[in-house]
């Protein structure tokens, strides 16, 4: 259809010279068509065209009632009788109906009827339909000559404006009535025959809009991250570095006052590198750490074990980023005392079985707050708030064992739309064990609070599966459709089972 239109075009032009009208000249053939053509056709200089816009107006369905039966105060007028007993109100409103509290404002501005009482009387003694008629004349010509009738026929909702797009096309600087296939591309082929001498190469238009790339999107994991991230940063916080994925069982485990012969340890709980297996060397405060385990100190008497070096060098891939505090809380005992928030969003390994609520990889958000005379009751005050900053104001604490931890505290909080208590993750005092050994001067307290990034993230997006949300079965159509994260709003399934809960109330 278009190269046959093309030739039309360029058939009508040699005999005429020129088309005034396209609609008229192509009758049943849209001008989306028309235009393709005469583009194509204008990119060879063959021919040149203007368009042409043409308003016109259509009745509406209430204007048509009015330009069969007269206008509403027309209608309201022959109703009244002549004479001054006129007509009661209420007699029109029960014949006409809407019309005639509508008709009779009307009737009422152009003075052709009066009140009187509860009646209307006539004034005038015949009238002119100002209006029916402006409509006929719109209906026969799809225009008006007087502007103040097409603005009061609009205003009324009578009448709608249109309009029509058609083109007026001249010949160009290089018409002719044949059509030659224009090359794209300059070809090795063409190169090595010669054939690009002679061919008709298409103009590039520099003008036009290129196709919008499919850009990268943020992978939810990495929303939820960001909004975690912002919300540390609010409440003070500092970002530590957690670019060590490895890190000697001595930083992983012996720092924090795990005991070498904890079931965390174990080859099916941990990943241990096999080249090279082992650190060079431990850092030099490490016979403080041995002595703390063997013998005890700071209040505690230790494990009574016989402590390892070779053990404490052994390399792992980290369980959590609390390692990272660890060398963060060292540092900070290098200085002049200050007090301290740290934070880190980090992969953390485990050596776990993979189904569909557990992964060998996955992330941990992780807080420490160093200050003295930092208490319980301090981490709790900071816990209500920093959870409240993501919409969770109702928190409740349970007590519970973490080796490098004491007290420690598993939280919750109850959520609305599945009716019952979710563990949102764990929290508690370091044991002084783990704060001297690392430098940390008498007096400086430091609390800690951990959670997993995924189980958010999972609860956010209405994920079930956590093997859909990281790993190699992941939907990249989702990670596209899916919006930013607030964490203080409902969305996903928090939305779906709080909407679902409110319909069954």
Not at 432 to 461: C, D, H, I, N, W
Request: with cysteine; proline share 3%.
């Amino acid at each position: 259809m278009s190269e046959e239109l093309k030739l039309t075009i360029l058939k009508k032009l040699d005999s005429e010279g020129s088309i005034e009208d396209t609609t008229a000249a192509f009758k049943g053939v849209s001008e989306e068509v028309v235009l393709g053509a005469l583009k194509s056709l204008e990119s060879q200089e063959k021919v040149a065209y203007v368009t042409l816009t043409t308003e016109f107006w259509t009745i509406e369905a209430e204007g048509k009632d009015q330009l069969e039966n007269g206008s509403y105060e027309a209608r309201i007028f022959e109703a009244v009788p002549a004479g001054s007993q006129g007509i009661a109100i209420k007699d029109l409103e029960a014949k006409f109906g809407k019309v005639a509290k509508l008709g009779q404002g009307k009737c009422l501005a152009n003075k052709w009827v009066k009140k009187d009482g509860d009646s209307l009387v006539r004034i005038a003694d015949s009238i002119v339909d100002q209006v029916k008629a402006g409509l006929e004349t719109v209906h026969a010509t799809g225009t008006h000559p007087s502007k103040d009738t097409i603005k009061d026929l609009k205003r009324r909702k009578l009448i709608k404006a249109n309009k029509t797009v058609s083109y007026a096309v001249s010949k160009g600087a290089q018409f002719s009535t044949e059509l030659k296939k224009q090359a794209t591309d300059l070809t090795m082929e063409m190169m090595q025959s010669g054939a690009w001498k002679s061919a008709e190469f298409k103009k590039f238009n520099f003008k036009s809009l290129g196709v919008n790339p499919n850009g990268g999107k943020l992978h939810p994991l990495m929303k939820v991250r960001e909004e975690f991230r912002q919300v540390f940063f609010e409440t003070g916080f500092e970002e530590m570095p957690t670019n060590n994925f490895v890190e000697s069982s001595f930083w992983n485990f012996d720092a924090l006052f795990v005991p070498q012969q904890h079931a965390a340890r174990d080859l099916q709980d941990t990943f241990y590198l096999k080249d090279p297996a082992v650190a060079s060397s431990l850092p030099d405060f490490w016979e403080t750490v041995k002595d703390v385990h063997e013998k005890g100190g700071y209040g505690s008497i230790g494990y009574r074990y016989p402590w390892s070096e070779d053990e404490a060098k052994r390399l792992v891939l980290r369980t959590h980023t609390t390692a990272v505090s660890a060398h963060m809380l060292n540092k900070l005992a290098q200085g002049p005392y200050r007090p301290a928030k740290y934070f880190s969003i980090d992969r953390v390994y485990r050596n776990e079985t993979v189904d569909a609520t557990h992964l060998a990889e996955f992330h941990q958000v992780e807080g420490v707050i160093a200050d003295k005379n930092m208490s319980l009751g301090s981490l709790i005050a900071f816990l209500d708030m920093f959870f409240k900053k993501m919409g969770m104001s109702d928190l409740r604490f349970k007590p519970t064992y973490n080796p490098y931890t004491e007290p420690s505290m598993e939280i919750f909080s109850y959520h609305e739309g599945l009716g019952k208590w979710l563990e949102l993750g764990n929290s508690g005092m370091f044991r002084p064990e783990m704060l001297r050994s690392l430098g940390l001067e008498e007096g400086v307290q430091v609390a800690g609070f951990g959670l997993s990034l995924e189980r958010p993230t999972m609860f956010k997006y209405d994920v079930s599966n956590i093997r859909e949300l990281l790993g190699h079965e992941v939907d990249l159509g989702m990670i596209a459709r899916n919006p930013a994260c607030r964490l203080d709003k409902k969305m996903g399934r928090e939305a779906l089972q709080r909407s679902e809960a409110v319909d069954e109330i």
